[in-house]
């Protein structure tokens, strides 16, 4: 019996580990969370949140870029349809040219920040986002986002510092509560992650990150049934069985050691976007 005991817990560990290393708030979704708007949003982006043809979003701004790469916006909306297309590098050395023209504009800081980050220059993002805001004139997106990029090195306690300061600007934000729900789960505290990420999902109407996020966690901790309950809540028949499938997808990771795996959906970590 205790041996069985064990199996499982080693077991749950490797879940946990495994989806765990591959967070990224934005955030993630990330995922960790900055705002049920979308934290890149929030965080320089200036395009809709939504890119439902990121090719098309390409294709309308790159020549636009290439005729004026200074001008800050169309940097911004360029680096956000390469992002959404998963040219992530492409999207940092867009940014960057932006910034070395325009190096006080506080979002650009804010977007390169947040595309260093998804490109998993952590250390980078983090000064490049200090620069975004300061201790006078502290934005709490930001904020939540330097804990998320704090939490990607195992900085747990240092990056909890971070949401503590964001939800003293904003109290019982859902994005921020997501992304310390997903530090627990990082740092193995089930318990914790779940108690934050259903406080998150009661103030955050119907954000699927949120909801996935909470639903993962319940699924590690054994609670599959409810976990489908709410990965499934208010959705369409067709949608809530594909967020269910995505759900058990995610759980499955069980058996890949960590390298490759999924991230959760993040509402920041970081996806700011």
């Known amino acids: ?80 349809a390469l992002r959404a297309a998963a040219e992530r590098s492409q999207a940092v050395a867009v940014l960057e040219q932006a910034t070395i023209a325009n190096p006080k504009n506080k979002a650009l800081l804010a ?60 109290p019982d934000e859902p994005s921020v509560l997501s992304n310390l729900g997903l530090s627990y789960v990082l740092s193995k505290e089930l318990g914790k992650a779940e108690e934050v990420l259903r406080k998150a999902y009661s ?4 954000d699927r990150r949120i909801r996935m996020n909470l639903a993962v966690v319940l699924g590690l901790e054994g609670h599959m049934a409810e976990a489908e309950s709410i990965a499934k809540a208010n959705l369409p028949v067709e949608e809530a069985n594909a967020d269910v499938a995505e759900l058990k997808r995610l759980l499955a990771r069980k058996d890949t050691r960590g390298a490759g795996a999924d991230r959760l959906p993040v509402a920041t970590i970081a996806r700011t976007n």
């Open 111 to 170: 977007g390169y920040g947040r595309a260093l980050a998804d490109n998993g220059n952590f250390e980078q993002a983090f000064d490049v986002l200090s620069q975004a805001h300061s201790p006078e004139d502290p934005d709490w997106r930001i904020l939540s986002v330097q804990g998320a990029v704090l939490d990607q090195q195992g900085k747990f306690e240092e990056a909890r510092q971070y949401y503590a300061s964001a939800l003293r600007i904003v």
């Open 203 to 206: 103030h955050a109407g119907n």
């Open 1 to 80: 019996m205790s041996r069985q005991f064990s199996k499982q817990g080693r077991n749950k560990r490797l879940v946990v580990s495994s989806l765990s290393s591959a967070l990224l708030l934005v955030c993630l979704c990330s995922c960790q969370t900055t705002s049920p708007t979308d934290v890149t949003g929030s965080l320089g982006d200036t395009t809709a949140k939504s890119h439902l043809d990121p090719r098309g979003d390409i294709n309308a701004y790159r020549d636009r870029y290439k005729a004026n790469p200074k001008d800050p916006d169309l940097a911004l909306n360029y680096a956000s």
